[in-house]
């Protein structure tokens, strides 16, 4: 079993910044693909930002630029750093951990990140 703990969510003005940690434990073994959802109230949950076990990182156009994934595979912890955060980044951000064949996917319990005008 693998499990994830989000940390690093708050209250942030819109320009600033926060950095999300994402630890992992468990059989991490099989892991490959780590990454970050977001889910704003009503709306469906999206990728944020995905990174593999060998560092090819993805990321949603809206956060391209601002956004930073990165992988301490030592570790077992995953980073968002958000900068030039907007209100529209309003959200409860997921860590995502999926193995390599796509049969396993799990979810920590989310953390909020708030970004006011």
């Known amino acids: 079993q693998v499990q994830l703990v989000e940390s690093g969510g708050g209250l942030v003005q819109a320009g600033g910044s926060l950095r999300l940690s994402c630890a992992a434990s468990?059989?991490?073994?099989?892991?490959?693909?780590m990454g970050w959802y977001r889910q704003a109230p009503g709306k469906q949950r999206d990728l944020v930002a995905t990174?593999?076990?060998?560092?090819?990182?993805n990321y949603a156009d809206s956060v391209e630029g601002r956004f930073t994934i990165s992988r301490d595979n030592a570790k077992n912890m995953v980073y968002l750093q958000m900068n030039s955060l907007k209100p529209e980044d309003t959200a409860v951000y997921y860590c995502?951990?999926?193995?390599?064949?796509?049969?396993?996917?799990?979810w920590g319990q989310g953390t909020q990140v708030t970004v006011s005008s």
């Open positions: 990174i593999t076990r060998g560092g090819r990182t």
């Open positions: 468990g059989d991490m073994f099989s892991i490959n693909a």
């Open positions: 995502n951990a999926r193995n390599f064949v796509g049969t396993l996917s799990v």
